[in-house]
């Protein structure tokens, strides 16, 4: 039978589904090779020649492809039909042949499909043709380029900013964005300015309101009323004088359906209306596709198949009705820089079917279904018709001029379906107005001065990130989510509330890349860069000679910088942040002089958690902020004083802490107590202060014996106790925070004995009961189970434990997540799994190996 491969076991059952018993389908499990992270990798000595080794975890699933070819002389790469799925394909082709189970006699055909569907599947396989080497090329270029900047830039990181972790080719740009809007917030200054609204009535007793316009015969412009006084002063002008309308204009007015979804646009919608991070985003649609229920996912092409359009205009007519369908399909051409259009749309691939119909178990393929669904019907919908009213209301004398603006929608069109969702909040005058006549008075009920202040720019969301990233041209459909991803894992960046924050070190390493590295973190280089690789993958060009060019200024670049002293790089930092770091004081000091020795002048300084600024007179001054600290006087602050001590409130590498007094070289460990977790810095006072550095608490003498006490410590709350008989004291964690200053005798006690009667909890008592049990191991067999452990949920598959992501639920982990997260934990163990145990081998003498190279982390 002909071997069929693809990446996963999902999509492997449903083409299987398709083929039936004639093809043998298997699964690759995503790339089967890549460059070792060790130097020489990529030769740049040699033409850039390259070295691959296939993956602990990926040598069964090519034995398992090279031994099914024993029995079939035909292979059939069916892999994703993009850039990777191409480079998956050449992989495949050129580690089966390394095994020597691809011969001469051995037909290689390369088929690709953009929905897992019968139709599409069964025309794919009459399709088939060679492997597209311009396309594999443009990937070894991207995956070299990758590789030069990671592993030649990351050490140069290591050695002039300790605590900086790596850098990346797109990544660092995109931290750039991150970085540049934050210093765009802190250097904002907030303009105060004024308007007025009244509330009108007409002579039949309805109300609608109106903003002011004009005041003394001019048109008042955004800033012009700055103050309360001015604003009273507009108040009186309207409440001194009648109001007659003077106008009402009624303008018909259209609005379109957006355009179908590609990959950007997807993750924006889905990041405004559900919360979705991009990768939990594009997890559940690699689900949807995989399945058989959307086209291709990773797409910035926005072009929909003919036989789509018409199956979505006769879903449409047959769901709503002839009058929703436009007399022609609506054609869609992408703006987006850099666009390729080489796929279709994200779309259903049978538009009678809504998420209803599919009876889709999961809530994030649900979700995100419906979405895809409703938006694909709405793009091929007439469009709403409306009618916008517009009121003129004003004095006889023309000094006081008023406006209110309406809307009322004629035909819902597209409406009736779907409306896409909005990054910010912006003003919308699509409210209704009663009937109003021209010539009519204004009844005054009520008039309303507002304040208002200029606001910063926001910070990014993974959605308008990726906008941004798109409009520049940076990154590609498939980069998104792990570029997102990348910086946050290596808390470069932290989410909070859906923002993006840059962390004090992600700050530090774009400071020095933009100083010592510029061109290479410039968007329009990036971009340019893409745009080369693009005619890589056209043919176009040579992905030889655009790694010789890029590397011949590169490596000039980081020779020039590995000769610099640390002091020397943290020079040029510090005077690049300095508007940053120092910002004017309110009296006119210096702001770079020590608000607490008063002394010593602050500067920049790294550790291993990042970048902070701190007084040069150390050790005698110990004063410390972080380098984003609350004005000129930072992080570090006095609370009040306790029996002659100072207590103070600092922020360390693990977070804050109160401290009492300071340290010296009598005193060098002065009372410390860190804040519990769910404890806000900017809520601390001396009494909670003092509640902390009183700590442990003295619950009272145990019945049989000894002191109970409650604390915290590195793992959270706890209880303490030792019986006169014991050797060492029993702990008894805690579930609230609160427990430590609140649990009573009786619930203590009661604690402790659980904990003696179990003193290894659920790892040396009954097993823990599951969060979630996902089945069996598709390939290994085995239970998979998620479990709840001391650093959170985690997967469990025979003795390999796998942790979650962060910004993962344990019920949003399916099994194709968990086995990914499986087979990476068992590569980094050396390629250690579950598997059954195998009969003891005779013991040989270990041969001596050769000092490991030192590794540097992905670019």
Not at 155 to 161: C, F, I
Not at 589 to 615: E, I, M, N, W
Request: charged share 30%; proline share 6%.
């Amino acid at each position: 039978m002909p071997v069929v491969v693809v990446e996963s076991p999902a999509k492997a059952k449903t083409i299987n589904k398709y083929l039936g018993s004639d093809y043998t389908v298997l699964a690759s499990y995503g790339h089967v090779r890549d460059l070792p992270p060790k130097d020489g990798s990529v030769d740049t000595e040699h033409d850039f020649e390259m070295t691959w080794e296939v993956a602990n975890d990926s040598r069964k699933h090519v034995k398992a492809i090279a031994d099914a070819l024993k029995d079939d002389d035909t292979l059939i790469l069916a892999t994703d039909p993009d850039r990777e799925g191409e480079a998956i394909s050449w992989h495949l082709k050129e580690a089966l042949t390394k095994r020597r189970s691809i011969k001469k006699t051995t037909d290689v055909k390369r088929v690709t499909f953009n929905a897992i569907t019968k139709a599409a599947v069964t025309e794919a396989m009459q399709n088939p043709r060679d492997i597209d080497v311009p396309l594999v090329d443009a990937y070894l270029a991207r995956r070299a380029l990758d590789y030069l900047v990671g592993f030649n830039l990351s050490p140069v990181l290591w050695r002039k900013l300790p605590g900086a972790r790596s850098a990346g080719r797109v990544q660092s740009v995109c931290l750039r964005l991150i970085v540049e809007r934050e210093m765009e917030i802190e250097a904002f200054k907030a303009r105060e300015y004024w308007s007025v609204k009244a509330l009108l009535g007409t002579p039949r007793g309805q109300e609608y309101e109106a903003r002011m316009v004009s005041l003394a015969g001019k048109k008042l412009d955004r800033y012009d009323l700055e103050n309360e006084t001015q604003a009273e002063l507009a108040v009186q002008a309207i409440k001194s004088r009648d109001l007659t309308v003077q106008s009402v204009e009624a303008k018909p007015a259209s609005r379109n359906p957006s355009a179908p979804f590609m990959t950007s646009t997807l993750q924006q919608e889905a990041s405004r209306k559900f919360g979705m991070g991009a990768r939990q985003c594009m997890n559940a649609a690699q689900r949807l596709y995989e399945a058989g229920h959307i086209t291709y996912m990773r797409t910035d092409g926005i072009d929909m198949a003919p036989e789509a359009v018409s199956e979505a205009r006769d879903a449409i007519k047959d769901r709503f009705g002839a009058e929703y369908v436009p007399s022609s399909p609506r054609i869609y051409k992408n703006k987006a820089k850099n666009a390729q259009e080489a796929h279709e749309c994200i779309r259903p691939t049978d538009m009678t079917k809504d998420a209803g119909a599919l009876k889709l178990s999961e809530d994030d393929q649900r979700k995100l279904y419906d979405l895809i669904w409703k938006r694909t019907l709405a793009c091929q919908m007439e469009g709403a018709r409306l009618e916008r009213t517009t009121v003129e209301i004003g004095s006889k004398d023309g000094q006081v001029g008023l406006r209110a603006t309406g809307q009322v929608v004629l035909f819902d069109g597209f409406l009736r379906v779907y409306e896409e969702g909005r990054d910010d909040v912006v003003d919308d005058d699509d409210k209704r107005l009663p009937q109003v006549m021209e010539g009519e008075k204004a009844d005054k009920r009520g008039i309303t001065p507002e304040q208002h202040f200029t606001q910063p720019p926001p910070r990014y969301t993974e959605a308008t990130l990726v906008k941004k990233m798109e409009e520049l041209g940076i990154g590609r459909p498939s980069t998104y989510a792990s570029v997102i991803t990348t910086i946050q894992d290596r808390e470069y960046v932290r989410k909070d509330k859906n923002r993006l924050f840059p962390e004090d070190k992600g700050r530090i390493v774009t400071i020095f890349l933009l100083n010592f590295f510029k061109r290479y973190v410039e968007y329009d280089f990036t971009a340019a860069l893409e745009d080369e690789l693009d005619h890589v993958s056209a043919g176009e060009s040579d992905y030889k000679e655009l790694l010789g060019r890029f590397w011949r200024d590169f490596s000039a670049a980081i020779s020039e910088t590995s000769e610099l002293r640390i002091t020397e790089v943290l020079d040029v930092l510090d005077e690049a942040l300095a508007p940053q770091l120092y910002p004017p004081r309110e009296d006119g000091s210096d702001p770079r002089t020590c608000p607490k020795c008063g002394a010593g002048q602050l500067h920049l300084k790294t550790s291993r958690t990042g970048g902070f600024v701190g007084c040069g007179n150390y050790p005698e001054c110990t004063y410390t902020r972080p380098i984003a600290g609350e004005g000129a006087d930072g992080d570090e602050r006095l609370l009040g004083d306790d029996q002659g001590d100072e207590i103070w409130l600092k922020a360390g590498r693990f977070g804050p802490y109160v401290q009492r007094g300071e340290a010296t070289p009598e005193n060098k460990k002065p009372p410390r107590a860190s804040l519990p977790r769910g404890w806000s810095k900017d809520d601390m006072d001396l009494e909670k202060a003092l509640v902390l550095l009183s700590l442990p608490r003295q619950i009272g003498d145990h019945p049989e014996g000894g002191m109970i006490s409650s604390n915290f410590g590195r793992f959270g709350p706890y209880l303490m106790h030792q019986l006169p008989d014991e050797e060492k004291p029993v702990y008894a964690n805690l579930k609230d925070p609160n427990d430590v200053f609140e649990i009573g005798m009786n619930r203590a006690v009661e604690l402790l004995a659980e904990k003696r009667a179990n003193p290894r909890g659920r790892r040396g008592g009954a097993s823990a009961k599951p969060l979630v049990e996902l089945g069996e191991h598709p390939s290994e067999g085995g239970p998979v189970n998620i479990l709840d452990g001391r650093y959170g949920a985690y997967v469990k598959w025979g003795k390999v434990n796998a942790t979650i992501p962060k910004d993962t639920e344990p019920k949003d982990v399916t099994m194709d997540m968990a086995v990914a997260l499986i087979a990476e934990k068992a590569g980094k163990s050396g390629g250690k799994k579950a598997a059954a145990k195998k009969p003891a081998a005779k013991k040989t003498a270990a041969k001596k190996k050769a000092p490991a190279k030192k590794k540097a982390p992905d670019a």
